[in-house]
């Protein structure tokens, strides 16, 4: 590792540990006996489970290069969210690490979108494994029901192959078009999280069942189609036409799908 390697990820450590809140003894107040603000550095080597003297020369960029699991057990101790935890493994010259899955809870701030959407446009979230997580009353009276049972009935790839209806919903150029994205968008996540044992069984199932899917994958397409225009055919509303934009919360891998009403 470069000096100035040694010195941005010190520099980054001294930072991080001034905004941790100090450890409390019992009957003892947590500004107790303190000059600086922070945790002591042997209060954080003694949260990440290294000692002192090699923390204390990470800090003063006087270390040699950090093993990953050095690199791991320091995120672990300043609680690193997962973009900073990141940037902590690119500041010593390392590789971050592959993500493990996305979060399995949205955010209050998605669902307070979600909830105030309802009268206003249909709205959908999936996480990075296309599975849907949530959506809106005014979506699922655009879409109808949007899970079915088994294994990956929450899934979007597995429902554009495997759905009944879907023909009459999206028509045909609409179902070929959501297969098309669906085959895409499952690539991209096999290629984000390629030990993920639901994906690779997810995968499995419908390279083995569904010949259209076949046909599909062996086109090598992959990526996100953010925009897009939808043409829906409600049973009692008759033709709809949308506007769809996809928007990332990349903390958690979770997407947000507005549909706005198409006007001519």
Same mark, same amino acid.
């Given at each position: 590792?470069?000096?100035?390697?040694?010195?941005?990820?010190?520099?980054?450590?001294?930072?991080?540990?001034?905004?941790?809140?100090?450890?409390?003894?019992?009957?003892?107040?947590?500004?107790?006996?303190?000059?600086?603000?922070?945790?002591?550095?042997?209060?954080?080597?003694?949260?990440?489970?290294?000692?002192?003297?090699?923390?204390?020369?990470?800090?003063?960029?006087?270390?040699?290069?950090?093993?990953?699991?050095?690199?791991?057990?320091?995120?672990?101790?300043?609680?690193?969210?997962?973009?900073?935890?990141?940037?902590?493994?690119?500041?010593?010259?390392? %590789?971050?690490?592959?993500?493990?899955?996305?979060?399995?809870?949205?955010?209050?701030?998605?669902?307070?979108?979600?909830?105030?959407?309802?009268?206003?446009?249909?709205?959908?979230?999936?996480?990075?494994?296309?599975?849907?997580?949530?959506?809106?009353?005014?979506?699922?009276?655009?879409?109808?029901?949007?899970?079915?049972?088994?294994?990956?009935? %929450?899934?979007?790839?597995?429902?554009?192959?495997?759905?009944?209806?879907?023909?009459?919903?999206?028509?045909?150029?609409?179902?070929?078009?959501?297969?098309?994205?669906?085959?895409?968008?499952?690539?991209?996540?096999?290629?984000?999280?390629?030990?993920?044992?639901?994906?690779?069984?997810?995968?499995?199932?419908?390279?083995?069942?569904?010949?259209?899917?076949?046909?599909?994958?062996?086109?090598?397409?992959?990526?996100?189609?953010?925009?897009?225009?939808?043409?829906?055919?409600?049973?009692?509303?008759?033709?709809?036409?949308?506007?769809?934009?996809?928007?990332?919360?990349?903390?958690?891998?979770?997407?947000?799908?507005?549909?706005?009403?198409?006007?001519?």
């Amino acid at each position: 590792m470069r000096g100035d390697e040694r010195s941005g990820l010190g520099e980054y450590l001294r930072h991080r540990r001034s905004q941790m809140p100090p450890r409390q003894r019992p009957g003892v107040s947590a500004l107790s006996h303190r000059r600086v603000p922070g945790l002591r550095r042997q209060e954080l080597a003694d949260i990440a489970g290294i000692s002192v003297e090699y923390y204390t020369r990470l800090e003063q960029g006087r270390a040699a290069r950090p093993s990953r699991e050095i690199l791991t057990a320091l995120a672990r101790a300043f609680q690193l969210s997962n973009a900073e935890r990141d940037h902590l493994f690119r500041l010593a010259g390392e %590789r971050p690490p592959p993500p493990r899955a996305p979060a399995t809870q949205i955010r209050p701030g998605l669902q307070q979108l979600l909830d105030g959407l309802n009268d206003v446009m249909p709205v959908t979230i999936h996480d990075g494994r296309l599975d849907m997580l949530a959506f809106n009353t005014a979506a699922a009276d655009l879409f109808g029901p949007l899970f079915d049972d088994g294994p990956y009935g %929450r899934n979007i790839a597995y429902q554009a192959f495997t759905a009944t209806g879907l023909d009459k919903v999206l028509g045909p150029e609409g179902a070929e078009q959501l297969a098309r994205v669906a085959t895409a968008e499952l690539r991209k996540a096999l290629s984000h999280y390629p030990e993920d044992a639901y994906l690779r069984s997810l995968f499995r199932e419908l390279l083995s069942s569904d010949p259209e899917f076949d046909r599909h994958w062996r086109k090598g397409e992959i990526g996100t189609w953010s925009s897009a225009m939808k043409h829906v055919h409600h049973p009692t509303r008759g033709p709809l036409t949308f506007d769809s934009e996809m928007l990332h919360d990349p903390e958690n891998d979770h997407w947000v799908m507005l549909f706005t009403p198409h006007h001519t």
